[in-house]
């Protein structure tokens, strides 16, 4: 049975359980360490080892791709068609724009906008594979512009590969875990090296990702996912399914209600319980629900909104459009009754590669803004150098840097 809780309880149920990074880099660091000196022959021995590659090579034919796209069912086809074009609608309106102007007489600044050369996408298949992943990972990536995008995934799964069949991707690799992560960081013969690695993973993905940030750029380290949902009434079946939704995910998950009503909390809690004895995860479902999950009783939806500020969630869920201006952190945020969170996992557009763990606090979700680079642009006339000048040399000269003043000086010395 799922717990409620009143709000001066809430401390513990959101002080999230920290990640076992360091028992999990220990077991890593080598695995690192032999890609990175080995390359392929260490890569094949893990791939055969841990993601039980049978194939002589960790990268997938392209005729097994296209044969993995023909065999795809067609309502599952016309699925990922539909979520294709909401996910590419909505990463076209996140491209940030190119523009030069004249700020001031003779200077002229502007911004141009650059794809990263290669990406390389991640792409869980544990205890469940997730072809949506394919789509939320690598579609940004094309709207951007990348020109090499790969995708890993430790199983061969059918509708994984066939999704990135559909979506054009030819480098697609059947590896997973810490290996996966380090080919794509060092390159190996078989394995090119990438710019920037996308894609949640489970704590040794993380813990690979964590270690080599610096030797390659990547998305955000996450941990189990999370909702929080916020709500003074509603349908007790809805909100009921949107938190199993949340819990079936992994045994670490949690989901939570905020909520000012005592029988919307008690209908809540009976409705999860009829839902989980019919559930077929509920074996995963129940212990998150046990663990990590409550319901919470507020004072008002505005302390409800401060506590949901406070955790940063994942995904947060509020009744209305009137409390959007009040949220500040969040992965992703779901407005009223028919606004589910699953509707963003798949289809809705947005991207459900999302920071947990507090992240949300820093940075938003996955974007086409991280397939990019936005670079500064600037052009001066002799008049608007000369005009700068004693700024800039005072100031050079205020941090000791005389070649930067000279620098400007011997354009204007005559000389």
Same mark, same amino acid.
């Given at each position: 049975?799922?717990?409620?809780?009143?709000?001066?309880?809430?401390?513990?149920?959101?002080?999230?359980?920290?990640? !076992?990074?360091?028992?999990?880099?220990?077991?890593?660091?080598?695995?690192?360490?032999?890609?990175?000196? !080995?390359?392929?022959?260490?890569?094949?021995?893990?791939?055969?080892?841990?993601?039980?590659?049978?194939?002589?090579? @960790?990268?997938?034919?392209?005729?097994?791709?296209?044969?993995?796209?023909?065999?795809?069912?067609?309502?599952?086809?016309?699925?990922?068609?539909?979520?294709?074009?909401?996910?590419?609608?909505?990463?076209?309106?996140?491209?940030?724009?190119?523009?030069?102007?004249?700020?001031?007489? *003779?200077?002229?600044?502007?911004?141009?906008?650059?794809?990263?050369?290669? @990406?390389?996408?991640?792409?869980?298949?544990?205890?469940?594979?997730?072809?949506?992943?394919?789509?939320?990972?690598?579609?940004?990536?094309?709207?951007?512009?990348?020109?090499?995008?790969?995708?890993?995934?430790?199983?061969?799964?059918?509708?994984?590969?066939?999704?990135?069949?559909?979506?054009?991707?030819?480098?697609?690799?059947?590896? *997973?875990?810490?290996?996966?992560?380090?080919?794509?960081?060092?390159?190996?013969?078989?394995?090119?090296?990438?710019?920037? /690695?996308?894609?949640?993973?489970?704590?040794?993905?993380?813990?690979?990702?964590?270690?080599?940030?610096?030797?390659?750029? /990547?998305?955000?380290?996450?941990?189990?996912?999370? /909702?929080? /949902?916020?709500a003074a009434e509603g349908d007790p079946r809805h909100l009921a399914a949107d938190m199993l939704a949340q819990a079936e995910h992994d045994t670490d998950a949690s989901a939570v209600l905020l909520t000012t009503s005592k029988r919307l909390a008690g209908a809540v809690a009976r409705e999860v319980a009829k839902q989980l004895?019919?559930?077929?995860?509920?074996? @995963?479902?129940?212990?998150?629900?046990?663990?990590?999950?409550?319901?919470?009783?507020?004072?008002?939806?505005?302390?409800? +909104?401060?506590?949901?500020?406070?955790?940063?969630?994942?995904?947060?869920?509020?009744?209305?459009?009137?409390?959007?201006?009040?949220?500040?952190?969040?992965?992703?945020?779901? +407005?009223?009754?028919?606004?589910?969170?699953?509707? *963003?996992?798949?289809?809705?557009?947005?991207?459900?590669?999302?920071?947990?763990?507090?992240?949300?606090?820093?940075?938003?979700?996955?974007?086409?803004?991280?397939?990019?680079?936005? +670079?500064?642009?600037?052009?001066?006339?002799?008049?608007?150098?000369?005009?700068?000048?004693?700024?800039?040399?005072?100031?050079?000269?205020?941090?000791?840097?005389?070649?930067?003043?000279?620098?400007?000086?011997?354009?204007?010395?005559?000389?």
């Amino acid at each position: 049975m799922i717990r409620i809780l009143k709000s001066d309880q809430v401390g513990r149920l959101l002080a999230r359980k920290a990640a !076992r990074f360091t028992e999990a880099e220990a077991t890593v660091r080598p695995i690192l360490e032999a890609v990175r000196r !080995r390359g392929d022959q260490a890569l094949m021995a893990y791939a055969r080892r841990f993601d039980g590659l049978e194939r002589p090579s @960790v990268r997938v034919p392209e005729a097994e791709l296209r044969a993995a796209g023909a065999s795809l069912a067609p309502d599952f086809r016309k699925a990922v068609e539909t979520a294709v074009a909401n996910i590419r609608a909505y990463a076209k309106r996140q491209m940030p724009r190119e523009w030069m102007a004249q700020t001031a007489p *003779g200077l002229c600044l502007g911004q141009v906008v650059r794809p990263l050369d290669r @990406v390389a996408a991640y792409i869980p298949a544990g205890r469940y594979p997730l072809p949506s992943t394919v789509m939320m990972t690598v579609v940004p990536a094309q709207v951007a512009g990348v020109p090499h995008i790969s995708v890993a995934c430790p199983k061969a799964v059918p509708e994984v590969f066939g999704t990135a069949a559909l979506l054009n991707v030819r480098e697609v690799f059947q590896m *997973g875990g810490a290996q996966a992560i380090a080919a794509f960081a060092f390159g190996t013969r078989t394995v090119p090296r990438a710019d920037r /690695i996308v894609g949640p993973g489970n704590i040794y993905v993380a813990a690979a990702k964590k270690l080599l940030t610096g030797e390659v750029g /990547i998305d955000f380290i996450a941990g189990p996912t999370e /909702i929080l /949902i916020v709500a003074a009434e509603g349908d007790p079946r809805h909100l009921a399914a949107d938190m199993l939704a949340q819990a079936e995910h992994d045994t670490d998950a949690s989901a939570v209600l905020l909520t000012t009503s005592k029988r919307l909390a008690g209908a809540v809690a009976r409705e999860v319980a009829k839902q989980l004895a019919v559930l077929p995860t509920a074996g @995963v479902a129940s212990k998150s629900i046990a663990r990590n999950s409550a319901i919470i009783l507020v004072r008002s939806l505005d302390e409800g +909104i401060e506590i949901a500020n406070q955790f940063a969630p994942e995904h947060l869920s509020i009744p209305g459009e009137d409390l959007l201006a009040k949220v500040r952190h969040a992965g992703s945020v779901f +407005i009223g009754p028919f606004s589910p969170e699953a509707a *963003g996992d798949y289809a809705s557009g947005p991207n459900h590669v999302l920071p947990t763990s507090g992240v949300a606090r820093l940075r938003a979700g996955l974007a086409v803004t991280d397939y990019l680079k936005v +670079i500064s642009v600037q052009q001066l006339s002799e008049a608007a150098l000369k005009r700068l000048a004693p700024a800039i040399t005072t100031l050079a000269r205020a941090e000791g840097l005389e070649a930067h003043a000279r620098s400007v000086e011997v354009r204007s010395d005559g000389r």
